[in-house]
């Protein structure tokens, strides 16, 4: 996976039902400070507002009856290039950014990403930190309210789920403004030494992109919101 001969598989997170990974300082500081640049920059139609959190959509917007292709700016090919590169997808090139912005107290309900997706997310932070949190389903579809566990997500991270993690645990992340870091957080050793147990860390304005492959789009490309 880099210069150093680790491999994605040496940053799965041994705790965790089948299948997470997680990779620190994924990304540079530098890339951080562009990629937050660009999505700052996109012109204001881009952005959805939703009551809890703003996005934007690049490549599509998917749907069951397909996404009709939009095509990718270059700052973003960059990351997909970066992304396929670890070969997660069964050799088929991610297609798809959903941006998150999450100001602090901001979050997202427990939901799963559905079929319209190839069966792995892979999600970039920038900004700021947060915790992720799992619930699992049970075979007739009921939802163990008690939380599983829980992932701390820094600024410029890499969390891939795949498997159980991709069909059988909801995630979510709870609408506060800081996070105890405790017990429940099982990802916390592959963590920098800027996050230590049983300390409480204020949230900033995380920026998330979740990369993702869509299986059923159209041939045709439309350019949308992309700057010749």
């Not at 995380?206 to 700057?227: A, D, E, Q, Y």
Request: charged share 20%; aromatic share 8%; with cysteine.
């Amino acid at each position: 996976m880099d210069s150093n001969g680790h491999s994605i598989k040496d940053f799965r997170v041994e705790s965790a039902p089948d299948t997470a990974f997680y990779v620190s300082e994924f990304l540079s500081t530098s890339e951080e400070k562009s990629i937050l640049n660009h999505i700052y920059a996109a012109p204001k139609p881009k952005w959805t507002q939703l009551t809890n959190r703003r996005l934007q959509n690049w490549g599509g917007i998917p749907h069951r009856n397909g996404m009709i292709a939009e095509a990718m700016p270059p700052w973003l090919e960059t990351y997909l290039d970066k992304i396929d590169r670890l070969d997660l997808m069964g050799g088929k090139h991610p297609n798809h950014v959903l941006v998150n912005e999450y100001l602090p107290g901001q979050g997202i309900m427990p939901h799963l990403d559905g079929s319209l997706f190839y069966p792995t997310i892979t999600t970039l932070s920038v900004g700021s930190h947060c915790v992720i949190t799992f619930l699992e389903t049970k075979e007739d579809n009921v939802i163990n309210t008690t939380p599983a566990f829980s992932l701390l997500l820094e600024p410029r991270s890499l969390l891939i789920l795949q498997d159980k993690l991709f069909h059988n645990y909801l995630h979510c992340i709870e609408e506060v403004k800081e996070d105890v870091l405790n017990d429940t957080i099982i990802n916390l050793k592959m963590c920098s030494n800027n996050y230590v147990k049983d300390t409480t860390v204020k949230r900033g304005t995380r920026v998330s992109l979740t990369i993702r492959h869509v299986p059923k789009t159209s041939t045709f490309k439309l350019n949308i919101g992309n700057k010749k």
